[in-house]
C-alpha cells in the first residue's frame, strides 16, 4: 500500500518524505540533496504527509466498502440466494477457473450476472447438503473464501474482484498444484460428483 500512496505525491515530495521518513535525514541533508532551502523542505514534508495520510485514509475506506461486499456476496451464496448474488455482480461479470486438467472446471466461461447467479446458487445448497464447508479467506490482496469438504480438504478457492461497488471477476482454482500450499486437498471430481447427486434430477444447468 505504501508504494501506491508514495505515486500520489509529486517527484519533489516524494524525495523529501522518503529522504525524511525513511532514511531519517535532517532537514539540512535534505534541503542539500533536493536543492531546496530547509524551510521549502518543512512545507514539502507537510504536504507529503497530508497526502499520505489522505491516501491511507481512502484507501482504508474503499477497502471496508469492498469487504462488506463481499461479506454479502457470501452470505448471499451460502443462503443460495440468486437474486441477492446476481444485484452484487456487474452485468458483465465473468466465472473463469484453473484446473490445470486436473480438476473440473467450475467457473470456466461462465458470464453475465444472471447465468454466475444461478450456477453460484446452485452449487450452495447441495455442497452444504455433502457437509462442505466455505470458509473467508484473502486471496492474494483480494476477498476470497476456501472451500472445504466435509473432511476440512481443500476443494476450492475463489477469489472476486471488485471494483465501482460490484464483483466484476470471480476466479476459481482447482488445480491441486495450486492448493497444496493451503493444506490437504481434496478430490474435486468425488466432491462435484456428490454436489451433482445432492442437487436431485430436477437441476439443469444455469449456462
Known sequence: MAALLLERL????RAVFVLREVFGFGFGEVASAVGRSE?????????AR??????????????????????????AFREGDVEGLRVLLAGDV?????????????????????????????????????????EPHEMNGQPGAIFRDRDGKIVNTLALDILDGQVQTIRAVLNPEKLRHLGPVADAWEVVREVNQARGPGWSSPA
Open 50 to 75: 497530508r497526502h499520505m495520510d489522505d491516501g491511507r485514509a481512502r484507501f482504508e475506506a474503499d477497502r471496508r466498502k469492498r469487504d462488506e461486499l463481499a461479506g454479502r456476496f457470501f452470505h
Open 10 to 13: 509529486s517527484p519533489l515530495e
Open 94 to 134: 465473468r466465472m473463469v477457473g484453473d484446473s490445470g486438467s486436473k480438476a473440473p472446471l467450475w467457473g470456466d466461461g461462465v458470464f453475465n450476472a444472471g447465468s454466475v447467479a444461478r450456477m453460484l446458487g446452485g452449487i450452495a445448497t447441495p455442497f452444504a447438503r455433502i457437509g462442505g464447508v466455505l
Open 39 to 47: 524551510a521549502a523542505c518543512r512545507q514539502l514534508a507537510v504536504r
